[in-house]
């Protein structure tokens, strides 16, 4: 049924990844902490602490809080920040991925696992080897093998890796020069690791050219979230400044990816990001917006709608406040 109010009102909650395991939905989102800081361009505005896992019994349920599931106190390399998380499960273990701040203020991603898809997780003493920046997503491919994607610009650091090596004040990428994508490795077997170092991306115009970083309707920001329909692979992230979800596909979970369109319109709020799952033959877009704050940046929370697709494979636009089209 079509669902575009909050899910849960009693906590600000943003960054929703879902996911469809035994038959019921789980969503994953970060958690807001309300506070009468200012915002800024490296997202300092966002002081997210813990996890909190909630879940439907189908898409005509109420949602569930199922509490705490994972606290920055418990994970001794924490610093600050824990931002958008993802899930997986694999054999009956559920690994739950998060950027968080280093204690000298360098974002990486940590995993927690736990035996239940609510938690409590219990994360590793350090980060993944290799990791860097924000907003991890893992997909699973249909020959079993799980891919993380992940990365964000600004306040993600994103653009302080550049090099292969962490550069504190990089110089400004140039509107002209190819667009940063997100980075994608290939799970080890424990989901603890990656099998190789991360490569970045790239995404291309219908003609094959790299998108531009100046290019702020098509060019990646944030917020990866990778899906399959019908034997392509769609990657679907966040442009930033022009406060659109839109997608790309292509033939491999690698890449490259094709620019295809828009997904979700601009929502009240700064951020926009997402995740994509399909439940009894339909297809659902969880977002979230800053409707229960009346506008306040860290102040969100979580929504979703129906996705629905064209005969050729595109998605239909939607507009969060109207029809799709």
């Known amino acids: 049924m079509e669902q575009r109010r909050p899910l849960v009102t009693h906590i600000f909650t943003a960054d929703p990844s879902a996911h469809v395991f035994d038959d019921k939905i789980y969503v994953y989102p970060s958690h807001d902490i309300p506070h009468s800081g200012e915002d800024d361009d490296e997202g300092g505005e966002y002081l997210m602490e813990d996890y909190h896992v909630l879940s439907l019994e189908n898409t005509d349920a109420p949602c ?14 924490v610093g600050k920040q824990m931002w958008a998380p993802d899930c997986a ?4 273990k559920y690994y739950l991925y998060f950027p968080a701040k280093d204690k000298s203020g360098v974002f990486h991603i940590g995993v927690a696992v736990s035996d239940s898809p609510t938690g409590p997780f219990k994360a590793e003493p350090s980060y993944i080897p290799e990791s ?11 020959d079993g093998r799980y891919y993380m994607y992940n990365g964000g610009l600004w306040g993600g650091q994103l653009e302080k890796w550049q090099t292969g090596t962490y550069v504190a004040n990089p110089a ?33 115009d219908e003609d094959g050219n790299p998108i531009k970083a ?6 990646y920001f944030e917020g990866p979230w990778m899906h399959k329909y019908n034997g392509e692979y769609y990657l679907s992230y ?3 400044t022009t406060h659109r979800v839109v997608y790309a596909t292509g033939k491999s979970p690698w890449g490259p990816f094709t620019f295809r369109g828009i997904i979700l319109e601009p929502v009240l709020g700064w951020t926009t990001h997402h995740s994509i799952i399909e439940y009894h033959g339909k297809w659902y877009l969880f977002y979230h917006d800053c409707e229960l704050s009346e506008g306040i940046n860290h102040r969100r929370c979580v929504k979703y709608t129906e996705l629905t697709y064209n005969p050729d494979g595109t998605i239909r636009t939607i507009l969060p406040y109207g029809e799709s089209k």
Request: proline share 8%; net charge negative; aromatic share 6%.
């Open 64 to 77: 569930v809080d199922n509490g705490e599931a994972l606290h920055m106190k418990d994970v001794p390399w």
């Open 89 to 92: 499960c694999k054999e009956g």
């Open 132 to 142: 860097k920046s924000i907003d991890p997503a893992v997909f699973e491919d249909d």
């Open 172 to 204: 400004e990428i140039p509107e002209d020069a190819d667009s940063l994508g997100p980075y994608v490795a290939e799970m080890t077997d424990d989901m603890k690791a990656f099998r190789e170092p991360p490569k970045m991306v790239q995404i291309v």
């Open 214 to 219: 100046g290019d702020e309707d098509r060019r």
């Open 238 to 240: 966040s442009t930033g």
